[in-house]
């Protein structure tokens, strides 16, 4: 019998159900399998009853299905998992065949799975999914990377079944190769750590500072989500503030304030720390869930430490104004240090990102994505080459609107004891930014006086390394130079 199927998909958790109906809808036959086949059968006779999915008990009844060149997406478990099935596959395929892995791996691991794969003659694709569940069936955002080679095979379905903006064009291109596409998803994951962080702290200042009740909270995040601040995340704090329990009370304050984490915002973190690119907001993120994780302390420390009463006083509605710009202002800071990262990443790893493609990527069916987006492609559309986006003119002229009121918020709530690390981290960015001297030179002396460190000098052309012996009683010799 001549093999249907266009391509195959092992992993039958929820996204991996989504994404197969997602392809069915879209004229695939899809070839579904799990390593507990009766997950295939339960499918099969209830979410995808009716379809033209069709189910495999085993690798080998899977590939047999496949129409060349046979595609297989995995969207399991991140890390051995996917070595694993790449082991299981590789003596059922035949070079041109495809391997795809849509789950949320780290792009290290994906520079080594390229590869080794490749050597095998095959083709190895690392792909960002981002939407969650909903998404994953009506269109999620991908970001695809790996063999170049692959990417004209896999391209119409990707494609088809991604988001679509503005003109019916799709949240999905080409990233680029290695793993570049898993890399673009884990800065997305960072940044969306960000985001919630960023609104959670806006949230805190509404309900803490000014006392407002959920139902008030809701009608403000309904306001800003007619504006600048339009996004899927405002969008959905929305809709979770006006949630009621069921006796009529609001869900959301019963809900345990220690949040989790799946690692994707701390490699983020990590790798930042390796190329020397402060993202300093999206560190204050992963802290602040860290934090919020140590609740059985604070509690304890909350009966000790005592601090001001936390209660914001004024003009309501211009505080309020206030908060918006500085929740604005801060979401701009922290979309710059992600792309300055990803420029970072470029040149580190060889890799030619379209970073006004990736802004489009990201600007339907992601959880990040918002109107904001479409600004940033507007701004690398103007100036592909643009080294910052706060130096662009729109993000420029925002954050010199939004400034005062995001000054007069971070200062407010450092009086009151409301912590804003996120909203503080970011003004701090901003100002040391823009500081054509930082106090760098006294820190140098310092590394010079106690390490032989070296250091430049102002009077000097950039390269040239001095030591001075600061007591009389050191050497002459010098410590290696080096840099982060």
Known sequence: MEPKGDIALIGLAVMGQNLILNMNDHGYTVVAYNRTVSKVDDFLAKEAKGTNVVGARSIEDMVRQLKRPRRVMMLVKAGAAVDEFIEQLLPHLEPGDIIIDGGNSLFDDTNRRVKYVESKGLYYVGTGVSGGEEGARRGPSIMPGGSPKAWPHVKDIFQAISAKVEGDVPCCDWVGEQGAGHYVKMVHNGIEYGDMQLICEAYNLLKTGLGMTPDEMHKVFADWNQGDLDSFLVEITRDILAFKDADGQPLVERILDTAGQKGTGKWTVVNSQDLGIPITLI??????????????????????????????????????????????????????????????????????????????????????????????????????????????????????????????????????????????????????????????????????????????????????????????????????????
Not at 323 to 334: C, F, G, M, Q, T
Not at 336 to 347: H, I, P
Not at 454 to 476: I, P
Request: a positive charge; one cysteine or more.
């Open 283 to 484: 560190a204050e993120a992963v802290y602040s869930r860290c934090v919020s994780a140590l609740k059985e302390e604070r509690v304890k420390a909350a009966r000790k430490l005592k601090g001001p009463r936390p209660k914001l006083s004024g003009d309501r509605v211009k505080l309020i104004n206030d908060i918006r710009d500085a929740l604005y202002a801060s979401k701009i800071v922290s979309y710059a240090q992600g792309y300055m990262l990803m420029r970072a990443a470029a040149t580190e790893y060889k890799w030619n990102l379209n970073y006004g493609g990736i802004a489009l990527m990201w600007r339907g069916g992601c959880i990040i994505r918002s109107r904001f987006l479409g600004k940033i492609k507007e701004a690398y559309d103007k100036n592909p080459k643009l080294t910052n986006l706060m130096l662009d003119d729109y993000f420029r002229g925002e954050i010199k609107r939004c400034q005062k009121g995001w000054r007069n918020i971070v200062a407010a709530a450092a009086k009151k004891g409301i912590p804003v690390p996120a909203f503080s981290t970011a003004l701090s960015f901003y100002d040391q930014y823009r500081s054509a001297v930082l106090p760098a030179n006294l820190l140098q002396a310092q590394r010079d006086y106690f390490g032989a460190h070296t250091y430049e000098r102002v009077d000097r052309k950039r390269g040239e390394f001095f030591h001075t012996n600061w007591t009389g009683r050191g050497g002459a010799v010098s410590s290696s130079t080096y840099n982060v």
